[in-house]
């Protein structure tokens, strides 16, 4: 091997190249934070075209300011972001977030789309998006969530502010 290939080939195998990443469009829902830019998505998880019964929905932080994704930590997962199944059967499922088990909702299909209902004042909401008002200045614990959607039957844009 000359010289110049053994250069190109450490080059190749010792620099990192640098990608803007994909994230996929349609997310079942978003949770954002006013901390920074980073949300966690949620996307829907299928098992040969089947809705996975023991973890139906897959979660993962994307670093707006980084451009990259991550996964979920440990403490993520069992303190505030995971999903927790409460029952599920064929195509559907219940489940909380782990930091807030008075919220369920329904993950299924409606109208041809993977989504997440939640019922709320007596509304059956698709959720969209959740957005948490952390409190300063550490910026660990919530003041607020608020859940963003439409109603199920008119489409309506909805949101409900919780208070932990």
Known sequence: MSTRQLISFLCALFCITVQAITI???????????????FVCYDINLEDG???????LNA???LAEKTRIESLTF????????VKVISSKK????????????????ICKHKGKW???AKLHGHE??????????????SVKCEYVDIIGSDIETGEKLSERITP
């Open 24 to 38: 996929p469009k349609e997310h079942v829902f978003v949770f954002e934070r006013s901390t920074n830019s980073n």
């Open 50 to 56: 089947m809705l996975n019964q023991k973890q139906p």
């Open 60 to 62: 993962y932080w994307v």
């Open 75 to 82: 403490l993520d997962r069992k303190m505030a972001y995971g």
């Open 91 to 106: 195509n559907e499922a219940q489940v909380h977030l782990t930091a807030y088990k008075d919220l369920s909702f329904r």
């Open 115 to 117: 989504v997440a209902i």
């Open 125 to 138: 909401i698709v959720i969209q998006k959740m957005f948490a008002q952390m409190k300063p200045p550490l």
